[in-house]
Nanobody
Framework: VQLVESGGGLVQSGGSLKLSCEAS????????MSWVRQVPGKELEWVAC????????YYAESVQGRFTISRENAKNTLYLQLNDLKIEDTAMYYC?????????????RGQGTQVTVST
């Protein structure tokens, strides 16, 4: 399993970013995928998940209505669109292949991409 995130960066409060995750080494289209995030010194926080066929998506209450998870199975790629970013969204964002949709501690994660939201 290999997961490689990209798309993070520095953005002003209220701005947007789109994260990508290229997956390989497993049958991507069959698997639930998720995004989790972590602030230094704090535990992982589950953000969103999506079923293999995109039929169902779920979000943490803290990001509901602002973030959108999606996937493009033909490209083995997972996305997370981040809109209306807030200071508290600053974190390292990880793409994950979880055991179940809202798995809060997925062990199969990428190296992460940093999102920093400034005032």
């Amino acid at each position: 399993v290999q997961l490689v995130e990209s798309g993070g960066g520095l953005v002003q409060s209220g701005g947007s970013l789109k994260l990508s995750c290229e997956a390989s080494g497993f049958p991507f289209s069959r698997d639930i995928m998720s995004w989790v995030r972590q602030v230094p010194g704090k535990e992982l926080e589950w953000v969103a998940c999506i079923f293999g066929d995109s039929s169902q998506t779920y979000y943490a209450e803290s990001v509901q209505g602002r973030f959108t998870i999606s996937r493009e199975n033909a490209k083995n790629t997972l996305y997370l669109q981040l809109n209306d970013l807030k200071i508290e969204d600053t974190a390292m964002y990880y793409c994950a292949k979880p055991l179940y949709c809202n798995d809060p501690y997925p062990t199969r994660r990428g190296q992460g991409t940093q999102v920093t939201v400034s005032t």
